[in-house]
């Protein structure tokens, strides 16, 4: 299935290092974007969530949306099992 977290994905591989995501003059690399909505995915997967059930998501506008967007997003990709929770290797950078 090709959704947003599938497009995340493959430009994680492609342009791991390219900005993913900018805020203000924080930025994020789409592999630590990616990495990070892993995360998200997995701890989904671990409270229960399944593909097809709904969720809602209620944040302003800030950088974590994305994340737990593409995270939901990616739960639907993620194989059974699989869980990057718990690894923290986020790293922001200024510009």
Do not use: C
């Amino acid at each position: 299935m090709v959704n947003l977290a599938s497009n995340l994905a493959d430009m994680a591989s492609r342009r791991a290092d390219g900005v993913g995501l900018r805020v203000g003059e924080i930025e994020t690399t789409y592999k630590e974007l990616d990495q990070a909505s892993a995360r998200v995915a997995g701890l989904l997967g671990e409270r229960g969530l399944k593909p097809g059930d709904r969720v809602g998501i209620m944040l302003p506008n800030v950088a974590e949306f994305a994340v737990v967007y593409y995270g939901v997003a990616g739960h639907l990709r993620r194989s059974p099992g699989r869980s990057d929770a718990g690894r923290s290797d986020r790293r922001s950078r200024r510009r």
